[in-house]
């Protein structure tokens, strides 16, 4: 098989692409010039569906992989499978995340690797697979953290664990990785609730403690991650805390 042609234009590969705050940053990036890969589990019909937006938009722009990050053997193929349709890596958004309440006492193993696998695992070594293409590029990573990595909350421990821990390896590769890669994270607070509902109490006073009184959207995360990869360009090793100001009250 021939190797592709490289995109004349930057690509980016994004992590759980196809909704949400993922797919916000897929159309920011897209918008800023990019091409993207987009990375989907299994919503495979959205998708297609923002692949096809995309692509209508320009022509060739985009593509849409399943791969179950869980699975490691998937890992380093979604990178050999970017470079083979776009023939370049520019930049790597690790945004797929595993969430749910593990409440102390009744986690289990399984519970913990399947968040840890997602949440950490696979954005490490999707950075060790896609970094010699990042460097030749001069390319970026950003890792989609969570303010709960500093400021947990009861019942989702395992959660802010891995988030904690995946925070700890943004800084490290920001080191591994310099000069040519800058490696830099965001760390969103209320930005979607939860697909499953949320307690309105939670809710409340979720927006209680944020200073800016209002919870974040998506377009705000996508643009974080737009500047981080883009703009940035002497900044690698932080945490944006994309949290109206959570942070703040200490």
Not at 127 to 143: C, D, E, M, T
């Amino acid at each position: 098989m021939s190797t592709p042609a490289p995109s004349e234009r930057p690509v980016a590969l994004v992590t759980g692409a196809a909704r949400r705050i993922g797919a916000a940053i897929s159309r920011t990036l897209h918008a800023a010039g990019f091409d993207i890969l987009l990375h989907h589990h299994a919503s495979a019909g959205e998708a297609e569906a923002l692949a096809a937006e995309l692509n209508a938009t320009r022509p060739g722009s985009a593509h849409a992989l399943a791969a179950d990050l869980r699975d490691f053997d998937r890992i380093p193929e979604l990178v050999a499978q970017c470079i083979g349709h776009f023939g370049r890596l520019d930049a790597l958004v690790n945004n797929a995340s595993a969430y749910y309440a593990t409440p102390f006492g009744t986690v289990t193993p399984a519970q913990w690797d399947e968040l840890f696998a997602v949440n950490v695992r696979a954005p490490f070594f999707l950075a060790q697979a896609a970094a010699p293409h990042l460097a030749f590029r001069g390319g970026a990573i950003v890792n989609l953290v969570d303010a709960y990595a500093e400021k947990p909350r009861a019942d989702i421990s395992v959660h802010a664990g891995s988030k904690a821990a995946l925070a700890g390896i943004t800084h490290a590769l920001a080191v591994e990785l310099a000069p040519k890669v800058r490696v830099n994270g965001v760390a969103p607070g209320a930005i979607l609730w939860p697909e499953d509902g949320i307690d309105p109490a939670l809710q409340s006073a979720l927006i209680e403690r944020t200073p800016l009184a209002r919870a974040g959207t998506a377009e705000e995360v996508a643009e974080a991650v737009r500047w981080l990869l883009q703009d940035a360009t002497y900044l690698t090793g932080e945490i944006l805390r994309l949290d109206g100001g959570r942070n703040a009250l200490g």
